[in-house]
């Protein structure tokens, strides 16, 4: 079974600054997906970002990019010029791409606090 | 831009009651999925369904749940007996076909079960 690991709980950034959210998961499959989700006070699961296996140029949108390391099984979320908006919990995600409805594997999450 | 919508956001029930949760998917997408999530924990998934027939379902999604897509809209998920353990945030969300299957979230229907 895929299992995706969140190791940092928390974290803590001052606005303006840079931060890394790191992500690992488990899979014996070659091709797949990974997403991070987003999700503010009002638990909404708002997307941020997605990479597929199989390319190898890692994923960028706006400020949000990712470092997708296929053989160490790394998936980390960087996020450049924060800002207090973007104080969430953050979701590492697993997704096999098999071609059916394939149900998201959640890491615990990373609450990030911006500092003013 | 084309959103999930959840009905009711907030639902108290006793134990033992039947609850339906509605949702609403994006309207040319064909894949819809239940997902829950206890205060404080990761989110779970418990069910995708295609093609008007369940795809899949975690260990979670035992005979008390059951889903349901009454009309061309609507995905319902239904849970017949409720336990104080039920009491979560229920995530519907729904997919397009293209690969990645990205998935899109509603905003949640809290359900409390005294």
């Known amino acids: 079974a895929q299992t995706v690991t969140q190791s940092q709980p928390e974290m803590s950034v001052q606005e303006a600054e840079t931060v890394t959210l790191s992500c690992t998961y488990d899979?014996?499959?070659?091709?797949?997906?990974l997403f991070w989700y987003k999700q503010p006070p009002s638990r909404q699961m708002i997307l941020v970002i997605r990479?597929?296996?199989?390319?190898?140029q890692n994923a960028t949108e706006n400020r949000f990019s990712v470092n997708f390391q296929k053989a160490a099984k790394s998936f980390s979320l960087k996020i450049s010029d924060s800002q207090l908006g973007d104080a969430a919990m953050y979701f590492c995600?697993?997704?096999?791409?098999?071609?059916?409805?394939?149900?998201?594997?959640f890491g615990k999450g990373t609450h990030l606090i911006i500092q003013p | 831009e084309p959103e999930v919508t959840q009905t009711p956001s907030h639902q108290v029930t006793q134990m033992g009651q039947e609850v339906i949760l509605r949702c609403v998917p994006i309207?040319?997408?064909?894949?819809f999925y239940w997902y829950r999530q206890i205060l404080g924990q990761k989110v779970e998934f418990l069910v995708s369904?295609?093609?008007?027939?369940?795809?899949?379902k975690s260990e979670i999604f035992d005979d008390q749940f059951s889903v349901e897509r009454p009309d061309g809209s609507n995905f319902t998920l239904k849970i017949r007996s409720t336990k104080l353990e039920d009491s979560a945030m229920y995530f519907c969300?729904?997919?397009?076909?293209?690969?990645?299957?990205?998935?899109?979230f509603g905003p949640g229907t809290r359900l409390t079960v005294l």
């Open positions: 309207s040319n997408h064909l894949y």
């Open positions: 899979t014996s499959e070659s091709d797949y997906y």
């Open positions: 990479q597929e296996a199989y390319k190898q």
């Open positions: 969300a729904s997919s397009d076909s293209t690969p990645d299957r990205t998935q899109y």
């Open positions: 369904f295609y093609n008007n027939e369940i795809s899949e």
């Open positions: 995600a697993y997704s096999f791409s098999g071609g059916g409805a394939d149900g998201l594997t």
